[in-house]
């Protein structure tokens, strides 16, 4: 089964807002990682923040990770048209080498 | 440096035909893996391999084989195509399997008919 699952399935904003979009997992991890993934394309890295990480930026973007609640939320700022995309999160769990990804967050910048 | 090449990017099979997906990267990464993409079911992990010599299998490993003789190739092998098996494929590499992004393939659209 997968170990990460994104909240919301699909999100729609007004260009010029902020987007947050969550993800859940199930075992401890090392690392969680989020990903954008254009219509019809291959995936790109976003951010990676470690399991003794609480917050990390990177340009418009944020990530917090709780792992205590086992949860990471990805917060776009300022959003843009071009920031239109699917977002995964990905977790490389601590028994193993597995890298999986949640089934993602289908984001819509409306102008 | 071309990073994750993918060939072919599009392919059609008929039920029962065998076909070989290549990967190559040209980073030195030591991970590499495939995932296959299906609507609504996100990235779901098929094979991956932490170095040369060296596979494992993933959340769906039934009806693919893959082996790593070079740190370079990680190909994956369908042995006898099914119509469940049509998606799109992606290969991704990293340095390693801990603490590090992945760079994806441009991905491979198989359908099976």
């Known amino acids: 089964s997968q170990q990460g699952e994104e909240d919301p399935q699909a999100l729609s904003i007004q260009e010029g807002e902020n987007a947050t979009m969550n993800c859940s997992y199930k075992t401890s991890i090392n690392n969680l990682q989020w990903y954008r993934q254009n219509s019809g394309r291959g995936l790109v890295h976003l951010i990676l923040?470690?399991?003794?990480?609480r917050e990390k930026h990177s340009g418009r973007l944020r990530v917090t990770l709780d792992t205590s609640k086992k949860s990471s939320s990805l917060l776009i700022t300022a959003s843009r048209a071009a920031d239109t995309a699917s977002y995964f999160c990905?977790?490389?769990?601590?028994?193993?080498?597995?890298?999986?990804f949640g089934k993602g967050t289908r984001l819509h910048i409306l102008p | 440096n071309a990073g994750v090449t993918q060939t072919p990017k599009f392919q059609v099979l008929k039920t029962g035909q065998s076909m070989t997906l290549q990967c190559a990267q040209d980073m030195n990464h030591e991970y590499m893996s495939w995932y296959r993409q299906d609507p609504g079911m996100g990235l779901r992990l098929i094979h991956y391999?932490?170095?040369?010599?060296?596979?494992d299998q993933g959340e769906v490993p039934n009806g693919y084989n893959v082996s790593r003789s070079t740190t370079e190739d990680f190909p994956l092998r369908l042995l006898s195509a099914a119509p469940s098996q049509t998606s799109v494929y992606f290969c991704?590499?990293?340095?390693?399997?801990?603490?590090?992004?992945?760079?994806f393939g441009s991905g491979t659209r198989l359908t099976v008919v």
């Open positions: 391999s932490v170095g040369a010599g060296i596979t």
């Open positions: 990905a977790t490389d769990s601590n028994r193993d080498d597995k890298i999986i």
């Open positions: 991704a590499s990293s340095l390693e399997s801990d603490g590090y992004g992945y760079t």
């Open positions: 923040i470690r399991s003794n990480e």
